[in-house]
Nanobody
Framework: QVQLVESGGGLVQPGGSLRLSCAGF????????MAWYRQTIGHERELIAF???????NYDDSVKGRFTVSRDNAKNTMYMQLNSLKPEDTAVYYC????????WGQGTQVTVSS
């Protein structure tokens, strides 16, 4: 049973930064693409960034230039650095396998507010 645990969220002012982590347990993630998603109340979960098994990152236009995805395969962990945060980035952030998802974790709340 694969388990994904997101962490690193919090309350930050506009323009601030956060670093999210996604730790994977019960599987080997080195060979698969991993992705970050976010969801706000009343909206569907949306894919915002992913990183291929070879380490190539890809971003939605809404976060391109501000968010950076990386991974440490030895630690079965993926990261996302969030810079220049905006109020519209407020959401619960989730990680999962790119494509067919594992069971979703609890996510980590990011709130951008002054």
């Amino acid at each position: 049973q694969v388990q994904l645990v997101e962490s690193g969220g919090g309350l930050v002012q506009p323009g601030g930064s956060l670093r999210l982590s996604c730790a994977g347990f019960g599987g080997i993630f080195s060979y698969i693409g991993m992705a970050w998603y976010r969801q706000t109340i009343g909206h569907e979960r949306e894919l915002i960034a992913f990183i291929d098994s070879d380490g190539t990152p890809n971003y939605d236009d809404s976060v391109k230039g501000r968010f950076t995805v990386s991974r440490d395969n030895a630690k079965n962990t993926m990261y996302m650095q969030l810079n220049s945060l905006k109020p519209e980035d407020t959401a619960v952030y989730y990680c999962n396998r790119l494509g067919v998802p594992y069971t979703w974790g609890q996510g980590t709340q990011v709130t951008v507010s002054s």
